[in-house]
């Protein structure tokens, strides 16, 4: 059984950076899609990054492009978000979420992945 796990949250001043880190345990991230998510509250859960397996599609939602980064390092078997120029309307918790590729499908920012981890916050504030 997948089971993902998020971490590198916690509380940062506006302009600076979190680096968010999932990892898995039952299987390699390197055959999956990978999505990273995110629901403050009283709000939908939103897709921010997704990045295909193996190299694959990348994409961002508007509100984060040249912001955050999403890579992998196969080495470490780890996926991460990098987080700069935070902002007070980034403050959520973070989610990230794992799915098989299905054929030349590119990643997807809709949140039907089949496994999710338990979250990480994030909280941006002065």
């Known amino acids: 059984q997948l089971q993902l796990v998020e971490s590198g949250g916690g509380l940062v001043q506006p302009g600076g950076s979190l680096r968010l880190s999932c990892t898995a345990s039952?299987?390699?991230?390197?055959?999956?899609?990978i999505g990273w998510f995110r629901q403050a509250p009283g709000k939908e859960r939103e897709g921010i990054s997704c990045r295909g397996s193996n190299g694959g599609s990348t994409k961002y939602v508007d509100s984060v492009k040249g912001r955050f980064t999403i890579s992998r390092d196969y080495a470490e078997d780890t996926v991460y978000l990098q987080m700069d120029n935070l902002k007070p309307e980034d403050t959520a918790v973070y989610y990230c979420?794992?799915?098989?590729?299905?054929?030349?499908?590119?990643?997807?920012?809709?949140?039907?992945?089949?496994?999710w981890g338990q979250g990480t916050q994030v909280t941006v504030s002065s």
């Open positions: 979420a794992a799915d098989p590729p299905y054929g030349d499908r590119p990643c997807r920012l809709t949140d039907d992945y089949d496994y």
């Open positions: 039952g299987f390699h991230l390197d055959y999956l899609d």
